[in-house]
């Protein structure tokens, strides 16, 4: 292994390349990619890298991106593409038909304001737009679980009982630009912790049909089909978890990371880069006397209903933070945690939308208001800019 100073744009970038030689034995790598900030120095590092067996295609739009990486995947090759905000957007047919196509593609996605108006900074809005497509979801917190992210999302996709792609999502700026210290494994250690690909549905040999008409009765198979996969996931994850630390000395978070939760009775609930503020602010509450934890959501496809409702049971109250917003309704990510928890004030605060800094005094608010609520309200946006 070696450490390097790495942006997460780049430590994706560098993994991808490692996934992608590591298949040469196989049907090599390859995929499509387009530009679009903040995301662009990811691909083009990787248009930069060298690859025995395949190549990287530069389209004229993100919907060819997809689109490559489907024929890449289904010709049995490793696939990879990264996208953002518009991007996802206008590449959302093709996200939808590689899930149903049970195609093991891995994307990097830079979490970006949609628009317009055009805003190029952080927001969840845009994968989480995507949520329903089929794809696993995770959520990253800092650069070196990008590039652990990437590697075991392939180990992840690529298993026979999963067969689902992957989004590998980062904050945009907050980590896409931001250099930090990330440790690499080398080409071998990558090389036996994946495998080859060896996708049974592959074409070639004999002509076959993709993507052809589904009867009702059908297309109720396929659905059941990929909900029973994605309901693997989490034991899949778990094997994988053990396998990561066993070649590379270091344990991938669980699907939801605790923070001094064991006698927690107010709890910050939050993805990305918002769980490493809220720790510290959960840390400034402990020395007030103040009983404060955090769970960080790190992967939200398959929701981790299971882990969510173990840590929040019996918890007075719990705070969801949500970098998006559901207009007419509230924080995404809100939605969903709050019917894991009766029982407890759950409050939600929308804040750091279209990119503005969540800073650990924003939080020590949201924590006042919290504490002295006597019972939830409307979900509440909270200006940071």
């Known amino acids: 292994m070696t450490v390097e100073l ?55 739009s993100e919907h060819s991106a997809m689109a490559v990486c489907m024929g890449v995947s289904l010709g049995g090759a490793r696939a990879f593409t990264a996208s953002s905000s518009n991007g996802l957007a206008y590449m959302a047919e093709n996200v939808v038909s590689a899930a149903l196509y ?7 996605a830079v979490n970006r304001t949609l628009g317009p108006p055009w805003n190029i900074w952080v927001d969840h809005g845009d994968t989480l737009m995507l949520r329903d497509a089929g794809w696993i979801q995770f959520y990253c917190e800092d650069n070196q679980e990008v590039a652990d992210t990437i590697l075991l999302a ?13 989004m590998v999502c980062q904050d945009a700026f ?53 909900h029973e996969a994605m309901l693997r996931v989490p034991a899949v994850y778990g094997e994988i978890q053990d396998e990561f630390e066993r070649r590379f ?14 006698d927690a009775e107010a709890v910050f609930v939050s993805m990305g880069t918002t769980a490493s503020t809220a720790k510290a602010v959960v840390d400034a509450a402990r020395e007030r006397g103040v009983k404060a934890g955090s769970l960080r959501v790190r992967m939200f496809r398959p ?18 933070l949500d970098r998006d917003l559901c207009p007419g309704l509230g924080g995404v990510l809100w939605s969903e945690v709050r019917g894991v928890c009766p029982g407890s004030l759950v409050q939600n605060y929308m804040l750091g939308l279209g990119g503005g ?19 939830a309200g409307e979900p509440r946006i909270v200006e940071v800019g």
């Not at 392939?154 to 992957?166: I, N």
């Not at 929701?303 to 969801?320: I, M, Q």
């Open 174 to 226: 907050v980590l896409s630009h931001t250099m930090m210290l990330t440790d690499l494994p080398s080409q071998e250690e990558v090389d036996a912790f994946l495998p080859p690909l060896e996708l049974p549905h592959a074409v070639g040999g004999k002509p076959v049909t993709v993507g052809g008409l589904d009867f009702p009765h059908e297309t109720e198979v396929h659905r059941r089909e990929h």
């Open 249 to 262: 000395g270091r344990r991938p978070a669980d699907r939801v990371e605790a923070y001094r939760m064991d």
């Open 303 to 320: 929701f981790p209903e299971d882990l969510l409702a173990t840590w929040l049971r019996g918890r007075e109250r719990v705070a969801v």
């Open 6 to 60: 790495l942006s997460a744009n780049h430590a994706a970038a560098r993994a991808a390349a490692l996934a992608g030689r590591a298949n040469r034995a196989g049907r090599g790598f390859g995929g499509g990619v387009y530009p679009i900030t903040p995301q662009t120095e990811c691909i083009e590092l990787l248009c930069r890298q060298e690859f025995e067996k395949g190549e990287i295609v530069r389209v004229e």
């Open 154 to 166: 392939y180990r992840l996709a690529e298993d026979a009982r999963v067969l689902l792609p992957v």
């Open 102 to 108: 049970r195609l093991p593609i891995v994307m990097m």
């Open 357 to 375: 800094d969540i800073r650990p005094e924003h939080l020590e608010q949201v924590l006042d208001d919290l504490l002295a609520r006597a019972a």
